[in-house]
């Protein structure tokens, strides 16, 4: 399998995640500074942008390396109905990035468990983690809280918290492993491979946030340490769990996290 995809680039080892970084960072100030066209503002722009740069991934690793096995196929159409119960296109990208990221980590030496056992420390780190990073998400926003509990809520969570984590965060893995030849090696690796993990999703958030008036205003507090507060207190440790962990965890993290703030804030549309 690693020779059918990233054959030859295990020798660029970090620099080749460095690339593949810099090269999101010019896509992402491409995005801000190109007009806007249509329907999209600058952040939901860019998350299709990328969700269709990694559903295409996807399409090349499975047209080279084919479909994994059936029990997979069928796990993948669960967590894409899932994601897509909302949002169609979402659930595709989700089924793509999904079996894609099966294929490329059947040969590597890192692994990630989708659920391990034993189940109950899986569920309680999702759940604990998640109502803690929930609260601290709400406390951030500064905005009035109304408790309104509705099953649209809960149906919009999974969205992200499945989505996000299988297309922005598991494919993002298992792609880096690919071209790094199935394993990490040296330190320099581990923290691109963390930094493509957690950096790229966390920024998909912030677009519109540089814009006042529909003016692009690069101020040095909304540049850096909102998606740098965002990447410590929530990217790492979704991406941690789902390392050290297993898939799950985050997914449920990631969940709960957003539930809270639908419930208690109110839905995003």
Known sequence: MTSKVGAGLRSGGYRTLRGIFLIFLVLYWVNLLVPLIGPFS???????ISSVIIGLLSLVVLCKAGVPDKSKVLLGL????????????????????WLASMRMMETTEERVFILKRSFGKSLLLGVSLGLVLGVVNLFLGGLPLKFAPTV??????????????VIFRLFVYAFSLNLLGGRVVTRKETIWLYVLMVVPHVLL??????????????????????????GLLFGLP???????RDLTSAMLIHTIVDYLRFIFIGLPF
């Open 42 to 48: 600058h952040t939901r722009r860019l998350w299709l």
């Open 78 to 97: 669960f967590l894409a109905l899932l994601a897509g119960l909302r949002q169609p296109f979402t659930g595709i990208i989700t089924l793509l990035a």
């Open 205 to 230: 958030h912030f677009p519109d946030n540089y814009f006042v008036d529909g003016i692009l205003t690069l101020d040095l507090g909304v540049l850096f340490i909102g998606p740098l507060l965002a």
């Open 238 to 244: 979704m991406t941690l769990a789902m390392v050290k």
């Open 152 to 165: 649209d809520a809960l149906v919009l969570a999974f969205n992200p918290g499945v989505a996000e984590e």
